[in-house]
């Protein structure tokens, strides 16, 4: 299973973005997805998550408001629309798949990287 991320780029604070998590594998549907991201100089950490069910899902309290992921099965894509980005959300973002019976994350995507200027 190979993970493409896309849609990062350069944004003034306040503004929106929406990133794509694109699946070669006719599994993805299956896999729990989540976004991650790390800022310079900082640990990754987890932004937002998404079940089989595009009703599960997790959003770290740092987004909570702002960012919304979801999932298009007919496309196999999962999305992050970020809106109000703030300097603070510059990092790379990071796509990642869990596979059903894995206990961690086991695929992932390259990064994409968001930068937001005030």
């Known amino acids: 299973v190979q993970l493409q991320a896309s849609g990062g780029g350069l944004v003034l604070a306040g503004g929106s973005l929406r990133l794509s998590c694109a699946s070669s594998?006719?599994?993805?549907?299956?896999?729990?997805v989540g976004w991650f991201r790390q800022a310079p100089g900082k640990e990754r950490e987890v932004v937002a998550s998404?079940?089989?069910?595009?009703?599960?899902?997790y959003h770290s309290d740092s987004v909570k408001g702002r960012f919304t992921i979801s999932r298009d099965k007919t496309k196999n894509t999962v999305y992050l629309k970020m809106n109000s980005l703030k300097p603070e959300d510059t990092a790379v973002y990071y796509c990642?798949?869990?596979?059903?019976?894995?206990?961690?994350?086991?695929?992932w995507g390259q990064g994409t990287l968001v930068t937001v200027f005030s």
């Open positions: 594998g006719r599994t993805f549907s299956s896999y729990v």
């Open positions: 990642a798949g869990k596979s059903p019976g894995s206990l961690d994350y086991n695929y």
């Open positions: 998404i079940g089989r069910s595009a009703g599960s899902t």
